[in-house]
């Protein structure tokens, strides 16, 4: 099983629609966790944390269920600037005790004018 | 937000040449970067983590003979690729982390995409 699952979509809406990603993390002992952006051959942008009592920014919404070791994100009214792929990202630490960051494969989001 | 820079953005190299791959935080020191590699449609997967002034910590499956980390000062690590191969064609992302007050967070740099012929 991979640490972190998403649908790889392609998720393709219409604009001005709203959208929800999933992902799932198989590792309880995870600390933090995040959305990143990365548009194609970029480097991935932080988007947002997620906390527990769920957080929005603007379009933007975050959940995090600890018990089920869900995540999700929603973006409201889509703008075309939103496409990009998703990643669902989790920090805990690896092995050697360091920070780890552990990413979804993405989930490929466009949006159609 | 802080800058990270990495240089080459691109190279093409023959097999069995070694290619070194610059990634600097310009405005922040970084105890600690991160290497990253990602292939076509895959998530991006952590190689290994630098932290400055000693050995770098390799992720289970990454040849550290191969793939060599310096990380001499506190805005610069270099990966080596050494005695390259056309499967090490890879998009390679380091990210430097900036732990202060304010702020704890993994910055990436834009990458390096590495084609080996």
């Known amino acids: 099983r991979k640490e972190v699952e998403q649908d790889p979509g392609p998720f393709n809406v219409p604009e001005g629609a709203t959208v929800a990603f999933n992902c799932t993390y198989s590792?309880?002992?995870?600390?933090?966790f995040f959305w990143y952006r990365q548009d194609c051959r970029k480097e991935p942008k932080l988007l947002m944390s997620?906390?527990?009592s769920g957080n929005e920014d603007g379009r933007f919404t975050a959940q995090l269920n600890r018990a089920s070791q869900y995540i999700s994100l929603l973006i409201r009214d889509s703008k075309l600037s939103d496409s990009a792929t998703y990643l669902c990202v989790v920090r805990g630490l690896s092995n050697f005790g360091n920070e780890k960051l552990t990413f979804g494969t993405g989930t490929r989001l466009t949006i159609i004018p | 937000g802080a800058v990270v820079s990495q240089h080459p953005s691109w190279v093409i190299c023959k097999s069995g040449t070694s290619v070194k791959i610059e990634c600097r935080s310009l405005?922040?020191?970084?105890?600690?970067m991160f290497w990253y590699r990602q292939f076509p449609k895959q998530s991006l997967m952590l190689m290994a983590t630098?932290?400055?002034?000693?050995?770098?910590?390799?992720e289970q499956g990454v040849e550290k003979d191969k793939f060599l980390i310096n990380h001499a000062s506190l805005t610069l690590s270099t990966l080596t690729v050494t005695s390259a191969h056309p499967e090490d064609s890879s998009f390679y992302i380091c990210?430097?982390?900036?732990?202060?007050?304010?702020?704890?967070?993994?910055?990436f740099g834009p990458g390096t995409r590495l084609t080996v012929t």
């Open positions: 997620v906390y527990s």
């Open positions: 405005d922040f020191q970084a105890t600690t």
């Open positions: 990210s430097a982390l900036s732990d202060s007050f304010d702020s704890y967070e993994q910055y």
């Open positions: 590792n309880s002992a995870s600390q933090s």
């Open positions: 630098s932290n400055e002034g000693s050995k770098a910590t390799y």
